[in-house]
């Protein structure tokens, strides 16, 4: 019976800043997420889950 495993890691790091305002804190949060590269992630907490599926869709486990 072939099987399918949907896989998930999610990655939490923290940066923290000074701003004047939350607009201008938004704007610098925004510049901070879209330029963070994959080694800014690299001391981050990490979490890990999975959902297995039968072919034809029938659920085994469902994400934790």
């Given at each position: ?8 890691r999610t ?20 510049e901070l ?32």
């Open positions: 019976m072939e099987y399918h495993i949907t896989m998930e990655q939490r790091i923290v940066f923290s800043f000074t701003a004047n305002n939350d607009s201008e804190a938004e704007e610098k949060a925004n997420c879209n330029s963070a590269a994959p080694s800014d992630f690299a001391g981050g907490d990490e979490e890990r889950d999975y959902a297995l599926c039968k072919s034809g869709g029938i659920l085994v486990k469902d994400w934790s």
